[in-house]
């Protein structure tokens, strides 16, 4: 395995992901580092994050939005994100093996990684 080279820049971003529990954006993150006091440059900010993620340190979520959001929960696990706010919060029932066999076998691919996103209405949208 590589050595993994966080510089400080990286690891201020990595502690920032760390920290969040609602999957912050690139922008998020961005805005959250401003709030501590560290102005760096919107390239910096992506080009660690894509660092962080081909280093296995976070996830990045393509949950049907324009902008990718980040988790800093590496291991297998799966998403919801309400239709109404926004908001996206993680699913940690597995999946059932014989529906990942099923997929395999009718598409002929071997399957290493699960990205599903699940769509409702949180408990604060549902709430008249």
């Known amino acids: 395995m590589n050595k ?7 690891k201020a971003i990595f ?3 760390q920290e969040a529990h609602d999957h912050p954006t690139a922008g998020d993150v961005i805005e959250r580092l401003r709030l501590k006091g560290k102005q760096y ?3 910096t900010v992506y080009n660690s994050l894509r660092y962080l993620t081909d280093s296995g340190l976070i996830r990045e979520l393509k949950l049907g939005e ?3 959001r980040y988790d800093a929960r590496t291991e297998d696990h799966q998403h919801i994100v309400c239709t109404q706010c926004g908001r996206v919060d993680e699913v940690m029932a597995e999946l059932p093996s014989d529906w990942l066999n099923q ?3 009718d598409t002929g691919y071997t399957v290493h990684e699960t990205q599903i996103v699940i769509e409702g209405v949180c408990k604060s ?4």
């Open 4 to 10: 993994i080279n966080l510089t400080t820049q990286r």
């Open 15 to 17: 502690e920032i992901i």
């Open 41 to 43: 440059a919107y390239g």
């Open 66 to 68: 324009t902008a990718s």
């Open 103 to 105: 997929i395999a076998q």
């Open 125 to 128: 949208c549902a709430t008249p």
